[in-house]
Structures are given as C-alpha cells and as structure tokens.
C-alpha cells in the first residue's frame, strides 16, 4: 500500500491549508486512517483519526479548528485546517490501518506517507 500525501505549505496565523492523503495498491481494506505531526525536536503526535464507520478523534490541541474526512470509495483522507497558528508548524504525516490479503489470509498493517511540510508564520 502507497500512501501520497499533498496540500502542505506555507500559511500565515489564522489562514487555513487542506491537506489531502490517497492510498493505492492492491487487496486491502483500509480500517482507520490518521494524520500524525512532528515539530523539530518533538515526538510524532496524533493530530486526527476516523474509522472505517466514520468515528473521529482528534487532538485537543487541534478540537474545533480542524476537521478530517474520508472517501472510502476513493481511499482518500483529507484534513482541513482553520485558524492556524504558529505551533501547528511541523510535518504531517498520513497513516492508514488496512486489512492486507497476503496469500490465502489477511493480515493488519499500517502504512504511512512520506510527510509534508505545514508551515505557519505569525
């Protein structure tokens, strides 16, 4: 499975950015798809999630401001995000969950994309 992500760049405090992750491949199922962030010097942080039957999470940190959506249909999963700040500078990262046919079973596996750089100036 091959994750790309797009829609990273450069934003002043209180513009928005869309970002947007499409998976590919062969004989799997996608569960739960996520979107991860990590500042330099900082951990990998869970940003956003939603399941297969559309249940969203997110960071408190991000509550009210962002807002992830899936096209099942497509494999796709984007995140909007408003009011942006300074501190939502970092690069994020799209990662899915999926069933994948190996064989004759199925197996679970997580993927994740390459990264793209959010950038946000004061």
């Known amino acids: 499975v091959h994750l790309v992500e797009s829609g990273g760049g450069l934003a002043q405090s209180g513009e928005s950015l869309r970002l947007s992750c499409a998976a590919s491949?062969?004989?799997?199922?996608?569960?739960?798809m996520s979107w991860y962030r990590q500042a330099p010097g900082n951990e990998r942080e869970l940003v956003s999630s939603i399941t297969d039957d559309g249940t969203t999470d997110y960071a408190d940190s991000v509550k009210g401001r962002f807002t992830i959506s899936r096209d099942s249909a497509r494999n796709t999963v984007d995140l909007q995000m408003n009011r942006l700040r300074p501190e939502d500078t970092a690069v994020y990262y799209c990662s899915c969950s999926v069933r994948e046919r190996i064989m004759t079973t199925t197996l679970p596996r997580t993927y994740w994309g390459q990264g793209t750089q959010v950038t946000v100036s004061s």
């Open positions: 491949g062969r004989d799997f199922r996608i569960k739960d």
